[in-house]
């Protein structure tokens, strides 16, 4: 079946540090949003990406879109503790949502 | 946040009883969708709604039923509860669907279901 893998599952870093995760699709994505989690929390959305190649920040956060529309990343500069929580990628493929299942962010004390 | 109400938060109850979640929206988003997350599974599409009376089924509907009579309330039903279905249910909405421009799903608080 359609799949998006999302690696790594979890990622630790110290405070400051870069962080990245990436979501690769068995198919041609006709879109990708990410959503971030918090621990106990419920996902909220962060972003969509729709063209080929596209490129979006959001302060210290940068989306990517892979050219062939089947890869996405989310990368995190200088890391804050706000930043702990899980990050999905969700694909739209065939008119169907794939979760991926998510990166751990987490801040080593 | 967007208006979106799940109740009861947290249930525990006993396999082979019957179970009912609830949805309910003050947004009039045409979609609603019922999700369970399980470590390790990201989150898994059970039913989903486009309408008053318009569900369908997502990748892990086994067990599960939906009903929605009105456009805010949308019912989850574990006709007969297994341990296999413990797990955190969340309800999600969206003003439009996937395919042309996919919609900004809008996520309930989640209800926490224990099946003993």
């Known amino acids: 079946g359609q799949q998006v893998m999302q690696i790594p599952q979890y990622q630790h870093v110290q405070e400051g540090e870069d962080f990245t995760t990436y979501c690769n699709s068995s198919t041609t994505l006709s879109n990708i949003q990410w959503y971030k989690q918090r621990p106990g929390g419920h996902p909220v959305f962060l972003i969509q990406l729709v063209k080929s190649g596209e490129v979006k920040k959001q302060k210290r956060l940068t989306f990517q879109f892979g050219e062939a529309k089947k890869n996405s990343s989310l990368h995190i500069t200088a890391t804050q503790t706000t930043d702990v929580g899980t990050y999905f990628c969700?694909?739209?493929?065939?008119?169907?949502?794939?979760w991926g299942a998510g990166t751990k962010l987490i801040i080593k004390p | 946040d967007a208006g979106i109400t799940q109740s009861p938060r947290h249930k525990v109850t006993e396999t082979g009883t019957p179970v009912t979640l609830r949805c309910h929206q003050t947004e009039n988003h045409r979609y609603m969708y019922w999700y369970r997350q399980d470590p390790g599974h990201g989150l898994r599409l059970i039913h989903y709604s486009y309408g008053v009376k318009d569900t369908d089924k997502g990748e892990v509907s086994d067990g599960y039923s939906v009903s929605r009579s009105k456009t805010e309330d949308f019912l989850l039903t574990l006709e007969s509860a297994t341990s296999s279905q413990t797990s955190v249910y969340f309800c999600a909405i969206s003003e439009s669907n996937w395919g042309l421009l996919t919609g900004e799903l809008f996520f309930g608080e989640g209800s926490r279901l224990t099946v003993l």
């Open positions: 969700v694909g739209d493929s065939n008119y169907q949502l794939i």
